[in-house]
């Protein structure tokens, strides 16, 4: 047989020893998995907005992309669960005519005792002390001290003194532009005696960012867990649409996409429910989570669900995802109704175990219609579209290890062992190979090698040297969800 050397010249006639390395069949196929996190950042941020950039700790993502910004809690909450996958950031500048959500609180303090007052800010709790005899400005300032103090703390604190009235208040406003921050939930409450804390109304902000254009901007990187922030119509709309063309075969650089849903669960006629807004998303690619009422942001619960699901579905993207624990997300127990319906619908669900501690129930696409309107569970669980694009990512890259520099043959001759020729054939037999050894035996993503290698047809496009054409019909494994048995007893 002829030994297909590349790099020494059949012509050499200089003395010696040479020997080729090729790695061609060596180590595995794989690739790097990177998460994103789509946020607001701060105005104090350093970063560049619309350009992501890699982050490998909450303080650099406090000073990149500003303190208290969603896009810095999502990476600090990230990296609290998962440290393996690659997380980079896309941080989106606030809307220049937005206004922020702020809430004012009046203090009264008269012949005050020593205590303290307490801050709870979107489910944590802070503390600011009082002493015996401190006055209304005194407890104001050790509030501002508290709120201001803390990492990542989604509002910034301020004393607002009312000249007329003689009367002090502390301001409590978000930390960026946007209706983002009227997801915030502050309350303030004293344990002091002679100190009385009043809320007042709460002033909404106005407009989003459109992310349309950093989706866009993002070119040719592949990113396979997305969290992101922004859960209004336009922008998952975007998302939706940015995500679907990346899953194209001209691209194939997809990912999914997690985004959480607020509000009562409702109906799909009810504007601001769950299920009204999870009706016009439909996207394989996108994972709607629901958050419902909780005192956490969306984008918090947005980036916990994305940093633990990631982590289980990098190493396998077959595997259930049944009671992954989330344990730092305050969540309402779901009875089985409402998560039957949660599911119908395309959304998660979870349980809540005695501890309190929420467990991921089944991780579902929000995809549940056809083109035509009629229901459809082909991409029902986040296991199909993470097998299926496992599976072409593989063959694509060890095919590429394997036939790189391969000619193409129409038909089926004897070219010699160690030939480097391309067949239908050849092609037919490593589709066969890589089903049975890797996809059934090595990882069990599927089932079924018979069906498989019946389904196989392999030809050339009439008229190219050059384009070898395939169909093939993996049988993707289920995951053990439901067992139903009959129980006849006598």
């Known amino acids: 047989m002829a030994i297909p050397f590349t790099e020494i010249p059949e012509a050499l006639l200089v003395p010696g020893m040479y020997q080729e390395i090729d790695n061609s069949l060596a180590g595995t196929a794989s690739d790097v998995k990177r998460a994103l996190m789509i946020g607001t950042m701060a105005a104090s941020g350093t970063a560049q907005a619309g350009k992501a950039v890699q982050v490998r700790s909450a303080d650099k993502a406090r000073i990149l992309f500003g303190n208290g910004s969603p896009a810095a809690t999502m990476a600090a909450e990230f990296l609290n669960h998962n440290t393996t996958e690659e997380l980079w950031v896309l941080p989106i500048a606030e809307p220049e005519a937005g206004t922020k959500w702020s809430r004012n609180f009046q203090i009264e303090a008269s012949d005050a005792s020593a205590g303290n007052v ?35 703390c989604p509002v910034e604190a301020e004393v607002v003194e009312d000249s007329e009235s003689n009367r002090i208040s502390v301001r409590l406003a978000s930390a960026v532009k946007g209706i983002t921050g009227n997801y915030n939930t502050v309350s303030i409450s004293s344990a002091a005696s002679g100190v009385s804390i009043t809320a007042q109304e709460a002033v909404p902000g106005t407009l989003s960012p459109e992310i349309e254009t950093p989706l866009k901007n993002l070119g040719a990187t592949r990113y396979h867990y997305i969290a992101s922030e922004f859960s209004d119509a336009k922008n998952i709309k975007a998302t939706a649409c940015e995500l679907d063309n990346r899953y194209t075969a001209l691209r194939q650089i997809d990912g999914r996409c997690f985004i959480a849903l607020s509000g009562e669960l409702g109906d799909v006629s009810t504007e601001g429910t769950m299920l009204c807004s999870a009706q016009t998303v439909n996207c394989p690619h996108i994972i709607l989570l629901p958050r419902g009422n909780s005192p956490q942001h969306p984008a918090f619960w947005a980036a916990a669900w994305c940093a633990v699901l990631s982590r289980r579905l990098a190493d396998d993207p077959a595997v259930p995802t049944t009671d992954i624990e989330i344990d730092d997300l305050e969540a309402d127990e779901l009875n ?10 395309g959304i998660c669900t979870y349980r809540v175990d005695s501890s309190g501690t929420l467990l991921v129930e089944r991780a579902v696409t929000s995809y549940t219609e056809n083109s035509d309107g009629a229901r459809d569970t082909s991409y029902l669980d986040i296991q199909v579209v993470e097998t299926v694009s496992a599976i072409r990512t593989y063959i694509n890259q060890l095919s590429r290890k394997r036939f790189r520099a391969w000619k193409l043959a129409r038909t089926e001759e004897n070219f010699g062992a160690g030939a480097k020729v391309m067949t239908t054939g050849v092609w037919r037999s490593f589709l066969a190979e890589v089903y049975q050894s ?27 040297k050059t384009r070898l054409e395939y169909r093939h019909r993996p049988v993707l494994i289920g995951q053990f969800y439901v067992g139903a048995g009959l129980n006849q007893f006598q």
Request: net charge negative.
């Open 118 to 152: 307490k801050i709870t800010v979107n489910g944590t709790e802070l503390y600011a002390a009082v002493y015996d005899g401190a006055g209304a400005g005194d407890v104001a300032a050790a509030i501002v001290a508290a709120v201001n103090g803390k990492d990542n």
């Open 336 to 345: 089985f109704s409402d998560r039957q319906t949660l599911l119908e619908n």
């Open 438 to 464: 890797h996809f059934i035996q090595g990882v069990q993503w599927c089932q079924d090698f018979e069906a498989y290698k019946n389904s196989i047809i392999v030809e050339l496009k009439t008229g190219s």
